[in-house]
């Protein structure tokens, strides 16, 4: 539009400097010539109105508005004065408006890092509502709004405060890892055809094993001695436990449960039909599946726990866990090999458990 508007003033004022050397009496004769074509036009058109361009309204009303009313009605125009008037009007309003316009509309931006440490404090801290977050900032010395702290978390699709105070499965066990034990019972069969019923428990910060025991008939008699067993072995480790996971199987009676509770440990069902919610267990289970007992030929009772505590002193002492770093549930990690040559003359030895079943490597002594 301001393109086309320029190029109608200067091919006006050309315009203009060609009537200059004009007399009145030529212009007249222009002037009559230019209002018959306009006459033939309207004619042509019709009931047709002719259509003016925005470039074409600004330099007519821009022309034209300084005439009086009386001699713009005088006029022969395509419009009336009363449009041409209100085009100026419009023309006057646009100016305004465009000068009035903030050269950076609405409120600055909020910083960056202040809309990182608003995620974090809603992550780090689920019952916080925007007002909460809003006074820990005014805590820091961070002067925002309560309603731009509202409008950050909106904008990150963050719940409000009560949708997300709820625990969810993953959060509690990752809360209570330090005081939390998972237990199961697992089936084998022996070479005879009987089947065995073993019981462990894992503990999830460490992820040490412990086998109760191993049965052909597990009572509720020989499970609720094997749940004192277990307390006992806890005290005698000085460990404190406040959590055990277990499932539904009817193999538990109520007074394994009773033990455990008389001890301080509450035990939390898992839901039905669902491993992942006890999956420590179910992992170490397929574990001892794959590294033992498919690879073994078990005879009675008494080689399967023989078997078993073999197993469980190597996976405790031994064996490295990804989910604690590599390190192993009795054992950290021992320190690097800080000099290189020493990595050049290596003299591992091995030592085998069953048989070459499983494998245990050390420094030569």
């Known amino acids: 539009m301001l393109l086309r508007l320029a190029y109608l003033g200067v091919t006006n004022a050309l315009a203009l400097l060609r009537l200059l050397p004009m007399s009145d009496r030529d212009k007249d004769v222009e002037i009559l010539a230019l209002r018959h074509q306009i006459t033939v036009l309207e004619r042509q058109l019709g009931k047709t109105p002719p259509r003016f361009s925005p470039s074409d309204r600004a330099f007519l009303a821009a022309l034209l508005h300084r005439l009086p009313l009386d001699v713009l009605h005088r006029l022969r125009l395509l ?49 916080w509502g925007y007002r909460r977050i ?81 049965t052909a008939h597990p009572t509720a ?34 007074l394994f449960d009773t033990v455990l509770n008389d001890a301080g ?35 009675n009772q008494r080689h399967l726990l023989h078997a078993l505590h073999e197993y469980e002193q190597f996976y405790n002492s031994h064996r490295p866990h990804q989910g604690i770093a590599n390190a192993r549930p009795l054992h950290a990690l021992p320190t690097p090999i800080p000099e290189p040559d020493a990595t050049t003359r290596l003299d591992i030895r091995r030592r085998d458990r069953l048989g070459g079943i499983l494998h245990e490597y050390r420094h030569a002594a």
């Open 79 to 127: 419009v009336r004065p009363d449009t041409l008037l209100r085009w100026h009007r419009d023309l006057l309003a646009r100016r305004h408006a465009a000068n009035s316009r903030p050269r950076r509309p609405g409120r600055p931006r909020t910083v960056r890092s202040i809309r990182a440490l608003v995620l974090r404090l809603a992550r780090e801290n689920p019952s």
């Open 134 to 214: 809003h006074g820990e900032l005014l805590v820091l010395g961070i002067e925002v709004a309560a309603s731009t702290v509202w409008e950050i978390l909106n904008d990150a699709g963050i719940d409000p405060a009560p949708e997300r105070t709820s625990t969810t499965w993953a959060e509690f066990l990752h809360s209570q890892a330090d005081t939390l034990l998972a237990c199961d019972f697992f089936e084998t069969v022996t070479l005879t055809g009987t089947r065995m019923y073993v019981l462990a428990v894992i503990e999830h910060a460490s992820r040490r094993i412990r086998i109760l025991g191993a």
């Open 221 to 254: 008699s020989w499970v609720a001695q094997a749940a004192r067993n277990l307390v006992m072995d806890l005290e005698d480790a000085d460990r404190r436990a406040r959590f055990l996971i277990r499932d539904r199987d009817g193999k538990f009676p109520s």
């Open 265 to 299: 440990i509450e035990v939390v069902l898992s839901g039905v039909r669902t491993p992942r919610m006890d999956a420590l267990m179910e992992r170490w289970v397929q574990t001892c599946r794959r590294e033992l007992l498919d690879r073994t030929l078990i005879w």
